[in-house]
C-alpha cells in the first residue's frame, strides 16, 4: 500500500472537499430554488416527455464515459516526463472532471423541473445523481489506486 504525504493528503482533502461542494451543496440549492418556485406550469405536454426521457439517459449513461476520459489523461500525464503537476494534482483535476459529469444530472433535472414544473421528475434525476455521486466519490482507495496507475510506465 501506497504511504501518502502532507502534499496528497492534503490534495485529496480539497477533492473531498470540492465534491462535498459539487455533489452535496449545488444538487441543495438547486432543490430549495424548485421548492421555492410556485408551479404555474399548464398541463405537461409530449415535448416535455420526449425531453425527459432523453435527458434521463444522457444523466444516466453520460458517467460511463469518465473511465476513458481518466485513462486519457493518465496516459497524458505519463508521456509528460517534465511536467510540474503532480500525480495527487492531477487526481484533483481528474475528479473535479468526474463531478462536473456527475452535476449535470442535477442540472438536467432542475431544467425539467423549470419547464414542467414536475417535483417527481426532477427527484428522478437526483436518484441517479446520487448513484454517481457514490461511484466516483473521490476516496482513498480510489486515490491510492489512481497514484499507483500513474507512476506506471
Do not use: H
Not at 461542494?21 to 421555492?36: Q, S, W
Amino acid at each position: 500500500m501506497i504511504s501518502l504525504d502532507e502534499t496528497q493528503t492534503k490534495e485529496l482533502s480539497k477533492s473531498r472537499m470540492t465534491a462535498l461542494a459539487i455533489l452535496v451543496l449545488v444538487p441543495a440549492v438547486f432543490f430549495v430554488v424548485a421548492l421555492l418556485l410556485t408551479p404555474t406550469w399548464q398541463s405537461v405536454g409530449s415535448e416535455v416527455d420526449f425531453a425527459f426521457y432523453i435527458l434521463i439517459i444522457v444523466a444516466a449513461l453520460s458517467p460511463l464515459m469518465l473511465p476513458l476520459i481518466e485513462r486519457t489523461q493518465l496516459r497524458n500525464f505519463r508521456k509528460q516526463s517534465n511536467s510540474t503537476m503532480s500525480a495527487s494534482q492531477l487526481f484533483t483535476i481528474t475528479t473535479i472532471t468526474k463531478l462536473a459529469f456527475v452535476e449535470c444530472g442535477y442540472i438536467m433535472g432542475l431544467v425539467i423541473f423549470l419547464i414542467s414544473g414536475d417535483y417527481w421528475r426532477m427527484l428522478i434525476f437526483y436518484v441517479v445523481g446520487i448513484y454517481w455521486s457514490f461511484v466516483y466519490w473521490p476516496r482513498e482507495e480510489n486515490f491510492r489506486r489512481f497514484i499507483k496507475r500513474s507512476e506506471e510506465i
